[in-house]
Every structure is written in structure tokens, then in C-alpha cells.
T-cell receptor, first 114, second 113 residues
Framework: DTAVSQTPKYLVTQMGNDKSIKCEQN?????MYWYKQDSKKFLKIMFS???????INETVPNRFSPKSPDKAHLNLHINSLELGDSAVYFC?????????????FGPGTRLTVL | GNSVTQMEGPVTLSEEAFLTINCTYT??????LFWYVQYPGEGLQLLLK?????DKGSNKGFEATYRKETTSFHLEKGSVQVSDSAVYFC????????????FGTGTRLLVSP
């Protein structure tokens, strides 16, 4: 069983389009995250949700809108895609927030904007 | 602010060589420290962690010691294998301000037979 799953694995689209990436975790965790990894492998948090409530929004453009229909799902919708949005997006989850909490990552979605 | 600095890669080693990947951090408060590994085409996996000064995290032959005096968390392995080839990320988690993982830039390890 996959603990944290993401769909799609690859996404190729044109500039200006709107797209969504879905994430689901079956670990019973309360907290979910979205990270962006750029072409140089630099990884940075974008959003964090705890029990469907947004708790971190790291100065991400408002073209990016996360949605959490329930605590097992955290989807990422991106409007008006730009070339600079090309990256690998990782979803993650953890039991709760805290210093010793382990985060479990999904396999990533490689977004290419042409 | 909080940050993590890792040595630049790639680190290229022969099988059975000794590995060190340096990691230093800057943080307010008392962070927890982590090493994550990313194998080609996959997501990140937690490799080991330490939550307080002088703690040693270890897993799969890798180990790292939380050194508060030098603000370091260097990753070591006595004898690397080809299967260890991956990108290794050092990270910290702090409970001051926003609670979040802050990652280093990653170090690519290439092990040849």
C-alpha cells in the first residue's frame, strides 16, 4: 500500500493553463504539506495544512491554491501557469506538528510548462 | 533566520570507501535535525534524525551526531555501496515561528563499483 500518493506523476502543459495535482495519504496523519523542488534540487515548503486548516503559506503566488477536502487529501490547483512553475512538486504528511515528527513524502509530480 | 548549509556535490566515491557529507545549520531555539535521502525518480525518505544535542541518529549504516557547539550534523558511513547513490538532504525543524522543515540544497552521492 502506498502511504502518500500523488497524481499525476508527470504533467506537461502550456503556459496560461490551469492544472491540479492531487495528493492522498492513508497513514491517518493530521498534517499535510506541499513542497516545490526546483531544477537544482532545492526543496522548499509551499503550504502546510493541519486537520484541513491552512497553517503555513510561504509567500507563494496566489495563483497556487491548495484545497483540503478532508484530512487525508491535499490538492494543489495552479492557475495561469508560468514557465517558472516547472518543477517537481512533492506532497508530504506527518502525524502532527512537532520537533520529532517524521514527514512522509509522496513520489512527486514533475510539472513541465512549455 | 533558520538555514542549512551542505557541501556541494557531487561526491564521487568507490564502493567500500568512507563517506562524509558535511552539514551545518543556523537556527533560533533548539531544532531537531534530519537527513533525508532521495533515490533517482523517487520522493524523499527519512534516513535518520536527532532531536537534541549529542544525540546520534543512525540507520542503514549511516550515522550523524547533533553537535550544538559546532552547529553541525555531518552524515557518515563507513563503507558505501553502489546502492547508496542518491541525493542526501540535511534539514532542520524548529518550533520558533512557523514550524516547518528547512532543507539544505542537497548533496549528490555517486558510488562506482
Amino acid at each position: 500500500d502506498t502511504a502518500v500518493s500523488q497524481t499525476p506523476k508527470y504533467l506537461v502543459t502550456q503556459m496560461g493553463n490551469d492544472k491540479s495535482i492531487k495528493c492522498e495519504q492513508n497513514l491517518g496523519h493530521d498534517t499535510m504539506y506541499w513542497y516545490k523542488q526546483d531544477s537544482k534540487k532545492f526543496l522548499k515548503i509551499m503550504f502546510s495544512y493541519n486537520n484541513k486548516e491552512l497553517i503555513i503559506n510561504e509567500t507563494v503566488p496566489n495563483r497556487f491554491s491548495p484545497k483540503s477536502p478532508d484530512k487525508a487529501h491535499l490538492n494543489l490547483h495552479i492557475n495561469s501557469l508560468e514557465l517558472g512553475d516547472s518543477a517537481v512538486y512533492f506532497c508530504a504528511s506527518s502525524q502532527a506538528q512537532g520537533l520529532a515528527v517524521d514527514q512522509f513524502f509522496g513520489p512527486g509530480t514533475r510539472l513541465t510548462v512549455l | 533566520g533558520n538555514s542549512v548549509t551542505q557541501m556541494e556535490g557531487p561526491v564521487t566515491l568507490s564502493e567500500e570507501a568512507f563517506l562524509t557529507i558535511n552539514c551545518t545549520y543556523t537556527a533560533t531555539g533548539y531544532p531537531s535535525l534530519f537527513w533525508y535521502v532521495q533515490y533517482p525518480g523517487e520522493g524523499l525518505q527519512l534516513l535518520l534524525k536527532a532531536t537534541k544535542a549529542d544525540d546520534k541518529g543512525s540507520n542503514k549504516g549511516f550515522e550523524a551526531t547533533y553537535r550544538k557547539e559546532t552547529t553541525s550534523f555531518h552524515l557518515e558511513k563507513g563503507s558505501v555501496q553502489v546502492s547508496d547513490s542518491a541525493v542526501y538532504f540535511c534539514a532542520l525543524f524548529t518550533n520558533t515561528g512557523f514550524q516547518k522543515l528547512v532543507f539544505g540544497t542537497g548533496t549528490r552521492l555517486l558510488v562506482s563499483p
